[in-house]
């Protein structure tokens, strides 16, 4: 026999009996292939050596019977594919985890799991603790074992189940609690690893010597007594390992290898390294059976195992796999087939998301830094090698972005209203510029001519020197608070401007400078240069009282122009057109009557106004933002003059939204770009018939809305692919404007993802 104290130990006094008692039967003999453990050092060893000559067993004693739950779970890796998109690869799903048929394919799980966990988790503690206890069993037996015994493993199952659950429920109500994070790992997993502990070994307790959970779980908490340090640190190490090659190294692959979330390298590399590490934490969950400590002199600890009893619940040792050349052969053969069966069915499902399974938006993003709130005038044009977005407000600031974004032109302007327009490579810019600051504003012409709006062009949009070729157009009356502006070009080679300032009734218009006493006024311009233009003032017209408003400018290809002109202190829309560029005869048609009995004054008036665009036949379209609903509408004109029209809502009432992006793609087909408030994404709608009446919505992301809805803008490339720009940020009243957090984003595909539809 071993010495005392030291060695391995195989439990022959393991009741503590003296020298002179007298020797125990043949069926109270404990075999002399099981062999405890007492010093801890030791016990490290065997289980690693354990590990390393038993973790193709153990894989598949415990893969095989979980591979119908891995197959099956891979339908709930894919059902949320079904909507949403993805951003820059990785799926961002807009499907309601918690609907239905969501719910109903995790309850299947669920029960399957509950089914299969058993023989899994049985086979392995049976085949890993016989092999620590020097029993070399097979994988057949193991299982044939586990089936016999699966009324004790579910019973243990269902009540690690409950631990868990009632720790992670506890945990949870101290986070609504807003307790930090640190007091509440400190409260709650100390006693949940206390309870862990005993549970943990008792498993492995009762099936090796064949006994219920309840006396498993009864020896557990005997044996546990005397040695709980050295249990509860056995059971923590089985636990680190798993979360070590779990989340820990999930997080940081995510941080240090630039992969993304659902990356298939990523997640086949999680699922190995998990795969691997569960059999060295099942075997140091099992060490504790197998350690009979070092007897102290006051009494004889006794030993977590009755051997006997073992060597009569085990079955018999696998002697047909001793011979060692033979097993290596097999390996060469099952090695890859077991790689196969435990690690491919988990990346079926990733590998199904790469592929894209239901055609899901494929969108590329990118920050933009210059759209930072609602008071600016965004917008895009498309390019071939991506998209050109200003924002204008106190400056124009024009960034590319193919898809990372960087700024090209950064103009400086005044208070408010610049405009910009890019067509062919050019840029057309508008800003009103202040006087200068060591200057006192009078009523000095000269001074006064430098106080005003400027036109400036540059034939390359990307290298544009933001002092050249500046023409000034028309003065300021009374202030830049509410000047807006805005530049489109005309099919026949020259420009129209059209700007707002607050008009003063106060002024004569023969002694006013230029005779211009404010309003609306329109610059047609036959060339780029601007030298002699048609000037058109619309005081008069249907737009003549504009207190807060957003103007918007879009040319026809066969001549002509349109100019929406939204009041958002009043609600009202109006449409100024002009059936050719010469526009001799412009007309105004009100759109949309006054919404408001007084002028509201609501700080987030700057986000409603609206956008104009034209059809191929010359007649224009506008999308705007009812001003009381927050409705997002289609105005479709008959003709190029208006005179006929329909207006249709296109989403439901909401609040906070900002204008909607408008586009009209090669098909005629009107495109809208707005965030849906309902189900909290934004949204891509096509108008499937010209009133817009009909339409098809497609949610891209979800935004989620733990910010409002700022900013829209939408283009469309020759190809139909649509080029966006989003931005959220968040409102308080009475703080002023809001700053915002924006984005582009493009399609990879024409359409977006979305079945082109006939007219």
Do not use: K
């Not at 609206?610 to 506008?622: F, I, K, Q, T």
């Amino acid at each position: 026999m071993d010495q005392p104290g030291s060695g391995p130990y195989r439990g022959d006094d393991a009741d503590g009996g003296e020298a002179d008692d007298p020797a125990p039967t043949e069926e109270e003999v404990a075999p002399a292939d099981l062999v405890l453990e007492r010093e801890l050092p030791d016990l490290f060893a065997r289980v690693a050596g354990v590990y390393a000559r038993h973790l193709g067993a153990l894989l598949v004693v415990s893969g095989v019977p979980l591979a119908p739950l891995v197959l099956a779970a891979q339908l709930h890796v894919v059902w949320p594919a079904r909507e949403g998109a993805y951003l820059d690869g990785a799926l961002e799903s807009t499907a309601d985890p918690t609907g239905g048929p969501a719910l109903v394919i995790l309850a299947g799980l669920a029960v399957l799991a509950l089914l299969l966990a058993p023989i899994s988790i049985g086979g392995s503690v049976l085949l890993g603790g016989g092999a620590l206890l020097g029993r070399r069993i097979s994988v057949r037996d193991a299982w044939r074992c586990a089936l016999r015994r699966y009324p004790t493993t579910l019973a243990w199952t269902l009540a690690l189940l409950a631990v868990v659950g009632a720790a992670a429920a506890l945990a949870l109500r101290m986070l609504s609690w807003e307790w930090p994070v640190l007091l509440v790992a400190t409260v709650v997993l100390p006693p949940t690893l206390f309870v862990l502990t005993p549970l943990s070994v008792a498993l492995p307790a009762a099936l090796l010597e064949g006994r219920g959970p309840v006396r498993g779980l009864v020896l557990a908490w005997r044996v546990g007594r005397h040695r709980w340090r050295t249990h509860m640190a056995l059971v923590g190490a089985a636990l680190g390992v798993s979360v070590l090659f779990g989340p820990v190294l999930e997080r940081s692959l995510l941080r240090w290898s630039g992969w993304s979330e659902g990356d298939l390298v990523l997640v086949g590399v999680t699922t190995a390294a998990s795969v691997l590490a569960a059999p060295l934490s099942l075997l140091l969950i099992c060490a504790p059976a197998v350690y009979a400590g070092v007897p102290a002199h006051w009494y004889i600890t006794p030993p977590a195992l009755d051997l006997a009893r073992v060597g009569r619940s085990l079955p018999a040792a696998d002697a047909a796999r001793s011979g060692a050349p033979r097993v290596r052969a097999r390996h060469l053969v099952t090695a890859p087939s077991l790689a196969v069966l435990l690690v491919v069915p988990a990346l079926l499902g990733p590998a199904a998301l790469t592929a894209n399974p239901f055609g899901l938006p494929e969108l590329t993003t990118s920050p933009l830094p210059t759209v930072t709130g609602d008071v600016q005038t965004v917008e895009i044009a498309a390019t071939e090698e991506g998209a050109l977005v200003g924002a204008a407000h106190s400056s124009v600031l024009v960034e590319r972005c193919a898809p990372d974004c960087e700024v090209v032109v950064d103009a400086w302007g005044a208070d408010r209203g610049a405009g910009f327009s890019v067509e062919d490579g050019r840029l057309l810019r508008t800003h009103w510029r202040t006087w200068a600051h060591d200057r006192i504003l009078t009523r000095d012409e000269e001074v006064r001519h430098e106080v005003g709006l400027y036109l400036a062009v540059c034939e390359d949009a990307l290298d544009c020197d933001t002092d050249a070729d500046e023409v000034y157009l028309r003065p300021v009356v009374t202030d830049l608070h509410q000047a807006r502006s805005t530049v489109a070009p005309l099919a026949s080679g020259g420009l129209v401007v059209a700007s707002y300032t607050v008009p003063d009734d106060r002024i004569d218009p023969d002694e006013a400078f230029d005779g211009d006493v404010g309003g609306l006024r329109l610059h047609v311009c036959a060339q780029d240069t601007c030298a002699d233009p048609r000037v058109l003032d619309l005081t008069e017209g249907g737009a003549a009282r504009l207190e807060v408003s957003h103007l918007d400018a879009s040319t026809s290809p066969g001549g002509g122009f349109a100019v929406a002109v939204a009041d958002a202190a009043y609600g009202a829309l109006s449409l100024v057109t002009c059936a050719d560029d010469d526009c001799s005869d412009p007309e105004v048609t009100e759109l949309v009557g006054d919404r408001f009995r007084t002028e509201n004054e609501h700080d987030l008036t700057a986000r409603y106004g609206a956008r104009v665009e034209h059809r191929s036949d010359g007649s224009p379209v506008v999308a705007y933002r009812d001003a009381v609903s927050g409705e997002a509408r289609v105005v479709d004109c008959r003709d190029a003059e208006c005179s006929e029209f329909t207006d249709t809502a296109v989403t439901g009432p909401g609040w906070s939204r900002p204008v909607p992006g408008l586009a009209v793609d090669s098909r005629d087909q009107v495109r809208l770009l707005t965030p849906g408030l309902r189900d909290e994404r934004l949204t891509l709608v096509t108008c499937l018939d010209r009133p817009c009446a009909e339409t098809d919505t497609r949610p891209l992301i979800d935004l989620g809305f733990q910010e409002g809805p700022v900013v829209t803008a939408l283009a469309l490339d020759s190809r139909d692919r649509p080029h966006m720009v989003w931005g959220v940020g968040w409102w308080t009243e009475g703080h002023g404007p809001t700053n915002a957090t924006s984005r582009y984003l493009t399609c990879a595909d024409p359409d977006c993802g979305t079945s082109p539809a006939t007219p």
